[in-house]
């Protein structure tokens, strides 16, 4: 399970998310709602650190659905 949860880096703030496929991540909205204001915006595991995008965001609920180009790995380990 371990392996589907990041760290999630945004400007200033830092918080969590996990994989809901090898693509997509959820994360709080809180987390990156300065994501298009902040240039240190990145996701990091215990194997590497990724460039993420804001897919799509929730205010309302405080979600959002974040996107990464390549997963390190190809499957999305059960919990």
């Known amino acids: 399970m371990e392996e ?6 945004c400007g ?6 996990f994989y809901i496929s090898r693509n997509y991540l959820l ?3 809180h987390v990156i709602c300065d994501y298009a204001h902040s240039h240190n915006n990145y996701l990091l595991s215990k194997t ?3 460039d993420y995008s804001i897919e799509k965001e929730w205010e309302e ?6 996107k990464v180009e390549d997963r ?8």
Do not use: P, Q, R
């Not at 589907?4 to 880096?9: G, H, L, Q, R």
């Not at 609920?61 to 974040?66: C, H, K, Q, R, T």
């Open 48 to 50: 590497s650190k990724t």
């Open 4 to 9: 589907n949860i990041v760290i999630v880096k």
């Open 27 to 29: 994360t709080a909205y």
């Open 72 to 79: 390190e790995g190809s499957v999305l380990k059960s919990v």
């Open 12 to 17: 200033a703030e830092v918080g969590t998310a």
């Open 61 to 66: 609920y405080d979600l959002a659905l974040i």
